[in-house]
């Protein structure tokens, strides 16, 4: 009798199935070009950190930019001249002065790192006609003949060249003058300011249009992605250089500034040590817009009153 053999089938077991080789290593090329294409952008920002920090050295005026802005308000006699002095280096610097009669006042403008200040004709005499000046726009070195590489304290440098060349000039002390800084031009004021009050010869106001708490913390929020704070060397911290600093400021700022945000200008103002400071917000004006003439008669208006309350109190 033949017997009967049962045909059940076997059990069904869970296999295990290891990623092949072929995958691991797939991703391993993929993360082995991800941080080295960091590796890149990062050494990228280090090697063009002065193009990025100082444009208008290397490249010229953005064309988009409204190129009326300077214009004077009304019609003025006089011719905007140039003025020169000497670098720590002994390099001739050519900035553009405007004077008229009987001015009340003398004004070192220190301009932005996008323009030259043989674009800012216009704005001078504007300056000269809101705050009844003389006007010097500085130029700083790079900006006006190639082959120098700003810095941050090569602009400290030429900011300090010409308020001294500007005091001689016009016989004003030097703590009489009001240095005037819009942008990356606030930066440069506040590290002349601190070395001037350093030397015990500070300026009794200073203005700040548009400017930052320092270069590095605006860069970290553009390139967040980036470690902007350990790698840039012109870090322009004017909390730092502003710490001593116990005159007047008249600081202004746009609402919907993009370039360098509004909150960077405010904390700049918080941080400030002097008891007579003002903080001016303007709802409708960009980073490039052309300064109002109301704003401007604000401006010297709320300047007027922290000199003649300063000048009570001392």
Known sequence: MQSETSSQPAPETDVLVAPSRSRWGRLTKLLAFAVVAYALVCGALVLWETRLVFPGAYFDANPWMDQSRFNPDQPQFGEVVSFDYQ???????????????????VILFL???GIRAVDMDG????LSDAFDANVLVAEYRGYQEPGFDPSEQSTFDDAIAAIDTLSAATNTPVENILVYG??????????????????????????LDRTFDSVADVGADMFWFLPVRFLIKNRFDSIQHLQSYRGNVVQIHGTPDRI???????RLHDHLATPTKVWIEV????????ISLKSLQQ???ELELLEANSHRES
């Open 182 to 207: 819009r942008s990356l031009g606030g930066g440069i004021a506040a590290g002349l300011v601190e070395a001037l009050t350093d030397r015990g010869t500070p300026p009794k106001s200073l203005v």
């Open 299 to 301: 401006l010297n208006d």
């Open 111 to 113: 301009h932005g790192n």
């Open 87 to 105: 670098s720590i280096d002994d390099q001739t610097l050519s900035g553009r002065f405007f004077e008229r009669e009987d001015a009340s006042r």
């Open 260 to 266: 360098v945000p509004m909150k960077n200008g405010r």
């Open 123 to 126: 704005w001078a005499r504007r």
């Open 283 to 290: 709802s409708d004006m960009r980073h490039n817009d052309r």
